[in-house]
């Protein structure tokens, strides 16, 4: 601003006066141009005229159109260049134009946005709000936050059902655990099922858990023992079918990672099929948990 300041309303410097303010060449090399009082107004240009605040460049480079002299019509005065001058040095200079030049959808989360595509700064859902306990953090095409798919959902999800039901010979008793509302939709990073049963020749027994049309087999082995009351977790020690394992946490049959990556879904099935007759039991209770991103 500073040679700006310096030329309002004199015309001062090293400017030939002939009859009024006519071109010259400043201190520094620029092309200035007299004061044309019918085009040159506070808002177009940045000559010699009134400052013009929103559109002059600071130190305007010489304006190849001016052939030197009193203009024409419509060019009165040095061209007006935004932004800073890549050839002058010093304050004011060098920097992106007027600190505005964030591009939203160039990829880069800059000054002005609050992310800009995949570039979300580093933060996840609860970051940008902390009743959020997870989910997928999103960009919209405006450079904002989506947090549409940011859930509420407790995490681990932990949700035990007490059953009561009879378990027969030969038959299958079914339970179903729906989740609460806004519980699904995460995705699932490790289940673990806890089974509470009373009968008298566990042997009997094949007990699978089901959810979205994935089956995982939690037992189908042992013999005469009595009752079952153990946590399947894919990181528990093996299942000895001995009554140390009651209250303990076992391997299931098969590995519960089968629902690694799968999406939280409502509705979580378990099935303790007796598959011999002369020994029954009941399903106490059961419970999930869902530990879910
Ligand atoms: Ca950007
Ligand atoms: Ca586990
Ligand atoms: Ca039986």
């Given amino acids: 601003?500073?040679?700006?300041?310096?030329?309002?309303?004199?015309?001062?410097?090293?400017?030939?006066?002939?009859?009024?303010?006519?071109?010259?060449?400043?201190?520094?090399?620029?092309?200035?141009?007299?004061?044309?009082?019918?085009?040159d107004t506070a808002t177009t240009d940045g000559g010699t005229g009134p400052v013009d605040l929103t559109t002059s460049g600071v130190g305007s480079m010489t304006d190849a159109t001016d052939g030197g002299g009193p203009d024409g019509s419509t060019d009165d005065g040095p061209a007006v260049t935004t932004g800073p001058d890549p050839s002058e040095t010093g304050p004011g200079e060098g920097?992106?134009?007027?600190?505005?030049?964030?591009?939203?959808?160039?990829?880069?989360?800059?000054?002005?946005?609050?992310?800009?595509?995949?570039?979300?700064?580093?933060?996840?859902?609860?970051d940008v709000d902390p009743t959020f306990t997870g989910g997928t953090l999103a960009c919209t095409a405006g450079c904002?936050?989506?947090?549409?798919?940011?859930?509420?959902?407790?995490?681990?999800?932990?949700?035990?059902?007490?059953?009561?039901?009879?378990?027969?010979?030969?038959a299958t008793t079914s339970n179903t655990i729906v989740?609460?509302?806004?519980?699904?939709?995460?995705?699932?990073?490790?289940?673990n099922v806890e089974v509470e049963l009373d009968h008298t020749y566990i042997g009997?027994?094949?007990?699978?858990?089901?959810?979205?049309g994935t089956s995982v087999v939690l037992f189908n082995t042992c013999s005469s023992e009595d009752n079952l009351h153990v946590i399947f977790d894919d990181s528990g020690g093996a299942l000895t079918c001995a009554s140390s394992d009651i209250g303990s946490t076992v391997?299931?049959?098969?590995?519960?990672?089968?629902?690694?990556?799968?999406?939280?879904?409502?509705?979580?099935?378990?099935?303790?099929?007796?598959?011999?007759?002369a020994d029954t039991g009941t399903l106490q209770q059961w419970c999930l948990t869902i530990t879910w991103m």
């Fill in 204 to 212: 009997d027994l094949d007990i699978d858990v089901n959810m979205g």
């Fill in 251 to 277: 391997q299931p049959a098969s590995p519960l990672s089968a629902y690694g990556g799968a999406t939280v879904q409502t509705n979580w099935t378990l099935d303790v099929a007796d598959t011999a007759s």
């Fill in 1 to 39: 601003m500073r040679r700006v300041v310096a030329l309002l309303g004199t015309c001062g410097l090293a400017v030939v006066m002939t009859g009024g303010c006519a071109k010259g060449v400043d201190s520094d090399g620029f092309t200035f141009g007299p004061v044309d009082p019918t085009n």
């Fill in 144 to 170: 904002a936050y989506d947090t549409s798919q940011c859930s509420t959902a407790d995490n681990p999800i932990v949700v035990c059902q007490a059953v009561g039901a009879a378990i027969n010979d030969n």
């Fill in 179 to 191: 989740l609460p509302a806004g519980q699904t939709g995460g995705t699932i990073t490790d289940v």
């Fill in 95 to 126: 920097s992106s134009s007027g600190g505005m030049g964030s591009v939203c959808g160039d990829g880069m989360a800059e000054v002005g946005e609050e992310c800009d595509g995949v570039d979300l700064g580093g933060l996840s859902c609860p």
